[in-house]
């Protein structure tokens, strides 16, 4: 199976992968940790394989050094991600989710950049039970986090509801065929009982192996001509191609990723490039075969080279596309054309197919709560009770309250204006189109704020825009607090990455269509340099702009940064 | 023993020369010269006047200079007044025996002559733990007839608890019932009790030494010998550096327990684990200025604050030197008594006991001036009837040999409303919200033998500490640490909330990894739907629990008395019960004779 002309670069394993190879299939003693009463923390070694069961352990870092005084260990807790393709969640299951994140959780919940709810603030022995109830919703945490295939992406799209429809099943037989075979989960938070391996029993993970992946692995699947889950962003990308208002099959793109270190140029990010064309059906068949060549040639000596990216810019696109051939057993199809208008969302209502209304609701941030007069939460738990078509978490952190008939839109539409609940039409398009990663206090990566600071930033940079008759100027801006880009601010008109407490990197130039990376402007610098810099620069936009230019390409055209053409060019 | 002109017959030439040949004397010698001198004695049979009188006649009665003291102490007071007597009587020529109630073998109690008695009262009226055996065995049937027995009780309390100095009262009456005749009157001590049981003592001393040949010259100030060795002392405080003072639960606890760290350095206090600390600490100054304003005096008038005459400030000595947080019955009938008001007479009439004691329950002395107003002349009379502030006793949560010239507390601060109006324990609440560090607290070490780590560092200890009770197990474990004991531990840790409540939790974690620790168990009753509490962790255990009791464990229980001692109590015996296969009498005696062998010890408040 092994191919000679290409080999994974030598090395020894990182200490991640010794501890998978320990783990008897993701199981190392997280039983047992997990039942200890002394600290609400579980050993590293543990907290790394936590990671494939949809978790991992965090504190509060508010209080990091406040409670170190005080002879109390970290304020530990998990986040916990479900795997939920596509992002679809039925009313039950949301209101499973909601109940859970006021039960055990911190109280809101978290809307991810992939589409799914994302739990803060769970304490360790209620981290059983809190899985049980998501396991009896009919949805799980499994491989939400790890080192394997993570959640699934699919576009929303809401008018083009056939096509969401067998779209979205795609990603989910996706997301199930490429789960990981172990019995761990299962026996640790379910109470399955343990089947004595028996040598037959041994080949417990076809797919992946004892040493799963060398990194996680992102798949979406984009519908032109929106990219609103950025293709270009994934491992391995399928974009839908629909002729005659049928679904004739999917370009694949391979070796995207956001992920970067701060000051090593040999980490960056890439964008996936297409190599060919399969039919639908071929979806799992291609999948499974990147995978084992990443399983086989990816980097399992150091971690932050070990993505898929780099394995394809390692070997070069045509041989990694040879050798997929090679191990489908056929050849993929020549890719065919498509075009994508942009990365966003489309806020309000819409309607579809078979007079079905589907509403995008504007989640700044991604987080549902009550707060002060806003009560996004109680409001979407009211909608839940009364819904009959499901909701749609997008790749931008916002919710599609779908599949309403017209009958039952009457009744939503109270309910939304009851709580005040709305597409964001009163903000500035910029707001609507922002992302942030949660970052402080809980991430234990991040070096700077970003969902409980972007909103703030906003606030002022909206006064620029107005000065500068902006406001329905839609322009992507994320900001991310550390360079593994959870909010994808390369793919941002405006990109931030944390560099230390208030202080940032600024990127500009990526594509409104996600489909060029940005470039650092300038480094290292806080909120009044920011703004200075902002003011002059969308003061030029709006004055020097070509009819329809987005501001991404704005800034490349009037020579103020340099096109990034690969990701393997972002640094220079 | 140093013969002097006071507490011997002899004359100063006669001392002197007798205190340096009787040091160099064998054993054997002296029995040799004892025999000679006797036989000399009675061979002369003169019936002179200088002959030694070792025996004095009183009323034809033959009086014993044989004194056994028995001590009951929880807190130490006890015991030290009991050193304190022994020692005094010594001075005196007395042949001391002294003990606490379970170590004293209760068939000496026949053959006893002069029985002196210090005790305290716990709780509601309860006997302290050291004294619960003893004070069965004298109130059951096998008690003997005690004709012939003199007897005096120094009976400690709290005049705010409803049976004050129960338990010394319960002793006096029943030693009078059994035969003794009192040699002085019982006295009954409030929380200052220094002068009240100087009193007695010397009482005592008149007593037993009356008709005997210079008894009256022997009473006089032989000064206590006890705390001598420093000169600081509970009527003498240390003035200690407040280094730090951290409140120890998280954000968002319904509890503020502060960890305080004093200096000990230059005071030459020593303590051991299981030892107390004594601080006198100040009133809220809000408080006295709102006492202050309902009373018609001027607060910079000058009083008399002490018998010794010392002067103060009138607002200055309601902040120093009173107590006016808690309203004691005696309080109010001095009171009633100075003021005439006619509604406090009322109150005071037989047959309202219930309405008085449900009055002075979670009320103070401004809500007292408030309802009946003040009392007295003056401010000096005003004062006069209000007790001395009182020292509060914390169990030390730290090692000398780990913090050599420190000390460290656990203080859980109090406050709760009543009658409408917020409530602040007066020395935890200047703790949490007043000191800072820097500020001078005064302090004295109270030590407390009741409660001591096994003499054998390789016994396994079992510790229950729920709360503050956690105090004296820190001291425990850091002291283990130093000393490398080999023993192993086991830690029963309880509070509200893990992530806020778990206190000292990182050094628990630490001594677990290290193995100081052997084993910890907690319980957060308030995590989960179910309360879950030290008890119930035991119960889950108690086949290991037996275990370790059957290999020699010695169990300390610290913290709250009402409901957790007696619930730990009762689990142990439950546990005993079960794992021994005993009956429950017999699970009562295994726990007794643990008691009685000192593995079994508490510190409950």
């Given at each position: 199976m092994v191919n000679p002309l290409l080999k994974a670069p030598a090395g020894p394993p990182s200490d991640v992968e010794q501890i998978k190879e320990r783990s008897d299939y993701l199981r190392g003693t997280l039983g047992k940790v997990m039942q200890d009463r002394i600290s609400a923390g579980i050993p590293d070694d543990d907290n790394r394989l936590m990671k494939h069961h949809g978790s991992y352990l965090q504190d509060d870092r508010d209080l990091r050094n406040e409670r170190q005084k005080q002879k109390l260990e970290p304020a530990y807790q998990f986040m916990l991600r479900v795997r939920m393709a596509g992002g679809v969640a039925q009313p039950s299951q949301w209101l499973v989710m909601d109940d859970l994140a006021q039960k055990y959780g911190n109280g809101t919940l978290k809307l991810t950049t992939r589409q799914t709810f994302q739990m803060h603030g769970i304490l360790k022995w209620n981290m059983k039970k809190t899985i049980q109830e998501i396991h009896a919703s009919m949805l799980d945490t499994i491989a939400a986090c790890g080192d394997v295939n993570r959640n699934v992406m699919c576009n929303s799209i809401p008018f083009q509801s056939e096509i969401h429809s067998e779209v979205y099943e795609w990603s989910k037989k996706l997301s199930d065929y490429l789960l990981p075979r172990t019995r761990a989960y299962h026996e640790i938070w379910l109470d399955e009982e343990k089947v004595v391996a028996t040598p037959e029993l041994e080949e417990v993970e076809p797919m992946y192996g004892k040493l799963y992946l060398p990194r996680k692995f992102k798949i979406g699947i984009a519908v032109p001509p929106s990219n609103d889950i950025d293709v270009y962003s994934q491992d391995l990308g399928f974009i839908a191609i629909v002729e005659n208002g049928k679904l004739v099959g999917f370009n694949v793109a391979i070796g995207g990723g956001m992920g970067m270190t701060h000051g090593d140029k040999a980490t960056y990010p890439q964008l996936a490039k297409v190599i060919g064309f399969c039919q639908p059906d071929k979806i799992l068949d291609v999948a499974e075969k990147i995978i084992t060549i990443q399983r086989d040639y990816g980097n399992r000596s150091v971690r932050k080279n070990a993505r898929f990216k780099y394995t394809v810019d390692r070997l070069g696109l045509e041989p990694v596309k040879a050798e997929l051939e090679n191990r489908l057993g056929w050849k993929l199809g020549e890719a065919r054309t498509y075009h994508f208008d942009n990365n966003g969302d489309r806020y309000g209502w819409v309607k579809g197919m078979q007079g079905k209304w589907h509403f995008t609701l504007f989640v700044e941030g991604g987080r549902i709560a009550d707060i002060n007069d806003y009560k996004l939460m109680t409001g979407l738990r009211e909608i839940a009770k009364i819904h009959t078509g499901d909701f749609r978490l997008t790749a931008n952190q916002n919710l599609i309250i779908a599949d309403v008939s017209s009958q039952e839109k009457e009744k939503i539409i109270e309910l939304l204006e009851t709580y005040g609940l709305t597409d964001g039409a009163h903000h500035s398009a910029l707001r609507r189109s922002s992302i942030a990663c949660v970052a402080l206090p809980t991430c234990g990566l991040a070096m700077a704020e970003a969902e409980r600071y972007l909103p703030v930033l906003i606030d002022k940079i909206e006064a620029i825009v107005d000065e500068n008759g902006l406001r329905n100027e839609e322009i992507t801006i994320r900001m991310t607090g550390c360079p593994n880009g959870c909010a994808r601010h390369a793919l941002g008109e405006i990109g931030f990455i944390g560099k230390a407490p208030g202080k940032y990197n600024m990127y500009l130039g990526a594509a409104f269509d996600g489909s060029r990376l940005s470039k650092m402007y300038r480094e290292n610098i806080g909120e009044e340099e920011i703004l200075k810099e902002l003011r002059v620069l969308l003061s030029r936009y709006a004055k020097e702009r070509q009819q329809g230019e987005h501001f991404g390409d704005f800034v490349i055209n009037a020579g103020i940064v340099k096109e990034v053409t690969d990701g393997t060019n972002f640094h220079d | 023993?140093?013969?002097?002109?006071?507490?011997?017959?002899?004359?100063?030439?006669?001392?002197?020369?007798?205190?340096?040949?009787?040091?160099?004397?064998?054993?054997?010698?002296?029995?040799?010269?004892?025999?000679?001198?006797?036989?000399?004695?009675?061979?002369?049979?003169?019936?002179?006047?200088?002959?030694?009188?070792?025996?004095?006649?009183?009323?034809?009665?033959?009086?014993?200079?044989?004194?056994?003291?028995?001590?009951?102490?929880?807190?130490?007071?006890?015991?030290?007044?009991?050193?304190?007597?022994?020692?005094?009587?010594?001075?005196?020529?007395?042949?001391?025996?002294?003990?606490?109630?379970?170590?004293?073998?209760?068939?000496?109690?026949?053959?006893?002559?002069?029985?002196?008695?210090?005790?305290?009262?716990?709780?509601?009226?309860?006997?302290?733990?050291?004294?619960?055996?003893?004070?069965?065995?004298?109130?059951?049937?096998?008690?003997?007839?005690?004709?012939?027995?003199?007897?005096?009780?120094?009976?400690?309390?709290?005049?705010?608890?409803?049976?004050?100095?129960?338990?010394?009262?319960?002793?006096?009456?029943?030693?009078?019932?059994?035969?003794?005749?009192?040699?002085?009157?019982?006295?009954?001590?409030?929380?200052?009790?220094?002068?009240?049981?100087?009193?007695?003592?010397?009482?005592?001393?008149?007593?037993?030494?009356?008709?005997?040949?210079?008894?009256?010259?022997a009473v006089p100030e032989a000064k206590a010998s006890v705390g001598e060795k420093t000169s600081y002392s509970r009527t003498n405080p240390f003035k200690a550096e407040v280094l730090e003072n951290i409140n120890l639960n998280g954000r968002g606890s319904n509890k503020e327990t502060h960890h305080l760290e004093l200096s000990l350095e230059g005071s030459g206090l020593t303590f051991e684990p299981g030892d107390s600390l004594g601080i006198y600490p100040k009133n809220d100054s809000d408080l006295v200025d709102m006492l202050l304003m309902e009373l018609d005096w001027d607060p910079e008038e000058t009083v008399k604050v002490n018998k010794q005459g010392e002067l103060r400030q009138f607002r200055e000595s309601l902040i120093s030197d009173f107590e006016i947080t808690v309203l004691t019955k005696s309080l109010i009938e001095q009171a009633a008594q100075l003021s005439g008001n006619e509604d406090l007479k009322e109150l005071l009439k037989p047959g309202n006991e219930e309405r008085l004691k449900e009055y002075r329950e979670g009320r103070d002395l401004l809500d007292f001036v408030r309802d009946f107003g003040s009392w007295g002349e003056s401010a000096q009379e005003f004062v006069s009837i209000l007790r001395k502030m009182p020292a509060r006793l914390y169990s030390i949560a730290s090692s000398l040999s780990a913090y050599p010239d420190e000390v460290h507390l656990t203080i859980g601060a109090v406050r709760y409303e009543s009658h409408g109006r917020e409530r602040k324990g007066v020395c935890s609440i200047l703790c949490a919200d007043r000191l800072q560090p820097g500020d001078l607290l005064p302090i004295y070490i109270q030590h407390n033998q009741n409660f001591k780590q096994p003499k054998n560092p390789d016994t396994p200890i079992i510790m229950v500490g729920p709360g503050t009770g956690i105090a004296p197990f820190r001291s425990f474990i850091q002291d283990r640490e130093e000393s490398e004991a080999k023993g192993k531990t086991w830690l029963f840790f309880g509070d509200q909330h893990f992530v806020t409540d778990f206190l000292y939790q990182t050094e628990w974690q630490k001594w677990l990894k290290t193995g100081v620790l052997t084993k910890m168990d907690v319980a957060f009753s308030r995590d989960t739907d179910e309360k879950v509490y030290v008890q119930d962790r035991m119960r889950e255990q108690s086949g290991e629990l037996y275990e370790w009791l059957q290999k020699g464990a010695a169990v300390y229980i610290c913290g709250d008395e009402k409901n957790m001692a007696h619930d730990v109590h009762n689990t142990l015996i439950e546990i005993i019960e079960k794992e021994g296969n005993m009956s429950h009498a017999d699970a009562q005696a295994y726990l007794e004779d643990m008691q009685q062998n000192k593995r079994y010890q508490r510190d409950v408040y």
């Open positions: - | 023993m140093q013969l002097q002109v006071s507490n011997s017959p002899f004359n100063q030439e006669q001392a002197e020369l007798l205190n340096s040949l009787l040091p160099s004397l064998t054993e054997t010698q002296k029995i040799w010269l004892s025999g000679y001198l006797t036989a000399s004695l009675s061979v002369s049979n003169t019936s002179s006047a200088d002959a030694p009188v070792l025996e004095a006649q009183s009323g034809g009665k033959t009086i014993s200079k044989e004194v056994t003291i028995l001590y009951g102490s929880q807190t130490g007071n006890a015991q030290g007044l009991a050193e304190n007597a022994a020692s005094k009587l010594e001075g005196n020529g007395f042949q001391v025996t002294i003990s606490s109630m379970s170590d004293f073998k209760v068939n000496n109690l026949k053959k006893t002559e002069n029985l002196l008695i210090a005790v305290s009262t716990h709780g509601e009226g309860d006997p302290p733990d050291n004294t619960l055996s003893f004070h069965e065995y004298l109130h059951g049937r096998r008690a003997p007839s005690l004709e012939g027995l003199r007897y005096s009780v120094l009976a400690l309390g709290d005049s705010s608890y409803e049976f004050f100095c129960e338990t010394g009262k319960q002793f006096d009456k029943r030693l009078e019932e059994l035969g003794g005749t009192r040699l002085f009157p019982r006295m009954d001590c409030d929380l200052d009790y220094d002068e009240p049981a100087s009193e007695w003592l010397e009482g005592v001393i008149s007593s037993l030494s009356e008709g005997q040949v210079s008894s009256a010259a």
